[in-house]
Nanobody, 115 residues
Framework: QVQLVESGGGLVQPGGSLTLSCAAS????????MNWYRQGPGKEREFVAG????????TYGTSVKGRFTISRDNVRNMVYLQMNSLKPDDTAVYYC????????WGRGTQVTVSS
């Protein structure tokens, strides 16, 4: 079955950087676009970034554009989210997402931006 496992979260100071990883399995990874979402405390889940099957096109949420970069490795079935210039408002649980007939989500990885 479809499985998505996020990793790489943690505590980082404002202005710092962090890279999240998502290991995907159970589906033809290179045939599907992949996404990152996040849900901050008391907030609704929001779209962060998306990438097409071969990584030729990417899209970003307004609040992260210019600071975050999504990428993928179709050999290792991995998706990454490079996060730079982190702000306290970036504090959230970050989820990997794929739509294979329906939405699939990982369990998420916590990112806390605080001094």
């Amino acid at each position: 079955q479809v499985q998505l496992v996020e990793s790489g979260g943690g505590l980082v100071q404002p202005g710092g950087s962090l890279t999240l990883s998502c290991a995907a399995s159970g589906f033809a990874f290179s045939s599907y676009g992949m996404n990152w979402y996040r849900q901050g405390p008391g907030k609704e889940r929001e779209f962060v970034a998306g990438i097409t099957t071969f990584g030729d096109m990417t899209t970003y949420g307004t609040s992260v554009k210019g600071r975050f970069t999504i990428s993928r490795d179709n050999v290792r079935n991995m998706v990454y989210l490079q996060m730079n210039s982190l702000k306290p408002d970036d504090t959230a649980v970050y989820y990997c997402n794929v739509v294979v007939l329906r939405n699939y989500w990982g369990r998420g990885t916590q990112v806390t931006v605080s001094s």
